[in-house]
Nanobody
Framework: QVQLVESGGGSVQAGGSLRLSCAVS????????MAWFRQAPGKEREFVAG????????DYTDSVKGRFAISRDDAEDTVSLQMNSLKPEDTAVYYC????????????????????WGQGTQVTVSS
């Protein structure tokens, strides 16, 4: 079983930066592809960024490319999301997720592909 705990959310003005962290624990914690999703009020949960098990590839939704960066540090058991040039439309609850399959070599965009979720952290960007 994998446990995920997010931190680092908060309120920031447009153009500002935040860094989200996800603490990963559990016996097979380094064996999963990881991702960040977000969900704004009244909208479906959407894929934001993902990283493979060994960190050799990343993927981003178009709206955050060039502004967000996902990384993983297996020695520290963390997955991070650096968010720069934030926009009001980035406002959402952000969730860390671990893949449902061990060692999957592709990054899945569908929420159904992830079996482990954190509790979420609120990010609010004001104009």
């Amino acid at each position: 079983q994998v446990q995920l705990v997010e931190s680092g959310g908060g309120s920031v003005q447009a153009g500002g930066s935040l860094r989200l962290s996800c603490a990963v624990s559990g016996r097979t914690r380094t064996s999963y592809a990881m991702a960040w999703f977000r969900q704004a009020p009244g909208k479906e949960r959407e894929f934001v960024a993902g990283i493979t098990t060994i960190g050799d590839r990343t993927d981003y939704t178009d709206s955050v490319k060039g502004r967000f960066a996902i990384s993983r540090d297996d020695a520290e058991d963390t997955v991070s999301l650096q968010m720069n040039s934030l926009k009001p439309e980035d406002t959402a609850v952000y969730y860390c997720a671990a893949d449902a399959e061990l060692f999957r070599v592709v990054i899945t965009w569908a929420p159904e592909g992830y079996a482990h979720w954190g509790q979420g952290t609120q990010v609010t960007v004001s104009s």
